[in-house]
């Protein structure tokens, strides 16, 4: 079994397949786990149960939320009984953590080394993969399997078909780790804080996380606007760069000051609906190579690692000679994600790309404001995380269903 990346999807499905005696191969294009690793990675407190996450991987938890925006607004949520509701993984420290644990149960890891393309010769039940490594030599690969854990980049699987339907929509976004003495820590210290309005990230949002004691990740994260419905831009107009955004939310937040320890940044794409293909062949794509990630609050890790556990028992039957098991694949992945999940992405849509100036602002205020007065810290989590949109009552359908804008 050759799985191509080792971010979390890859990486927990290796964990999975090796721990059953599966002889696996991950090949990873970083020479090191602990670069490019661009994640907000907050997870509520059930989710690290679930997916068996442990505390050493485990950065800060929180127990709050903080709404900053549109305008001047400034709201607070706190849990009642004052215990955490999340945590904020160290998202390198995650990554090392699933491949000591895949390397463990016998995977072998190969840093350094991409996959550039796959072979399937007719009527040989195997599939080639060509290999590129790190001083640039060249193999190929044989295997029963192959699987595509390359994230957005969908190295082997490649985007899905352009007919317009489902199209991938887009996200950038941009991080700084950011060291600070303990007392300007610590009043960002029990709460993750989203910007929001198109002052403080036009198409998008920002955020304040918690990390160890004196860290904090501050980040912006912007929908591509041109040729995706509502609130696309017009061929030619681009959208500014998000640097000068992140510095003037550093002064705004007022952090400015804080040693910048790390900058990295990435792209999140994802289709709303999830209708393109899971698989071609023996090549079967996983976590963001299928759309798992979340636009609406940009999260990856827990639908990717989710992914992972609805393909691996697929796989160990396609391994015992009985391939037609992976084609419930997508429909059980579907189920696992639900209904809301997609709702989420409409909404993600709709809310970042149109939020473009005080006319949307005033509608996203109407929305928090009701937040505000009506619900708790737990209800918070349980929309953002859940997608529990329904707990937020009638007054969201219109908004939600896209019959008000």
């Not at 991987?57 to 949520?77: E, F, K, Q, Y």
């Not at 190579?289 to 609406?296: G, H, M, R, Y």
């Not at 473009?356 to 928090?368: K, Y």
Request: hydrophobic fraction near 45%; proline fraction near 7%.
């Amino acid at each position: 079994m050759l799985i191509a990346g080792c971010g979390p999807a890859g990486a927990e499905l290796a964990r999975l397949l090796a721990r059953r005696g599966v002889h696996v191969l991950v090949v990873e294009a970083l020479p090191d786990l602990d670069r490019a690793a661009f994640s907000s990675a907050a997870l509520p407190l059930a989710a690290l149960e679930r997916l068996d996450i442990p505390a050493a991987v485990v950065a800060h938890r929180w127990s709050g939320w903080r709404l900053l925006g549109p305008g001047p607004a400034d709201r607070h949520w706190r849990a009642s009984d004052g215990r955490p509701l999340g945590a904020v993984l160290d998202f390198a420290a995650l990554r090392r953590w699933l491949a000591g644990q895949a390397q463990g149960f016998g995977a072998q890891i190969a840093l350094g080394w991409r996959a550039l393309t796959v072979q399937q010769p007719a009527a040989t039940g195997l599939i080639r993969t060509r290999l590129r490594g790190p001083g640039g030599e060249e193999h190929w690969l044989t295997s029963r399997w192959v699987v595509d854990a390359t994230g957005q980049q969908r190295g082997l699987l490649g985007d899905p078909p352009a007919d317009g339907a489902d199209p991938l929509v887009s996200g950038l976004g941009a991080e700084w780790l950011l060291e600070l003495p303990l007392e300007r820590w610590r009043p960002w210290s029990d709460q993750l804080t989203f910007l929001l309005g198109s002052d403080w990230m036009p198409q998008g949002y920002g955020w304040v996380f918690p990390m160890q004691p004196g860290q904090l990740k501050l980040g912006v994260c912007r929908l591509n606007a041109e040729g995706v419905g509502p609130g696309a831009a017009p061929a030619g107009r681009r959208q500014a760069p998000l640097g000068p955004w992140l510095e003037a939310t550093l002064a705004r937040t007022g952090l400015a000051g804080a040693r910048v320890l790390d900058r990295h940044g990435g792209l999140i794409r994802s289709t709303v609906r999830r209708r393109e293909p899971h698989q071609r062949g023996r090549l079967i794509g996983l976590g963001d190579a299928v759309s798992t990630a979340n636009l609406l609050g940009g999260e990856g890790i827990r639908h990717a690692m989710a992914s992972a556990r609805v393909l691996a028992p697929l796989l160990l039957e396609a391994l015992e000679d009985e391939p037609e098991q992976l084609a419930a694949y997508p429909r059980r992945l579907r189920r696992e994600l639900g209904w809301r999940w997609s709702l989420s992405g409409r909404l993600a849509r709709r809310t970042w790309l149109g939020l473009e100036g005080p006319r949307a602002d005033r509608r996203l205020e109407g929305l928090l404001a009701g937040l505000a007065q009506q619900h708790s810290a737990e209800d918070l989590s349980a929309l953002l995380f859940d997608y529990r949109f329904e707990r937020y009552g009638l007054r969201a359908l219109p908004y939600l269903l896209g019959w008000r804008r």
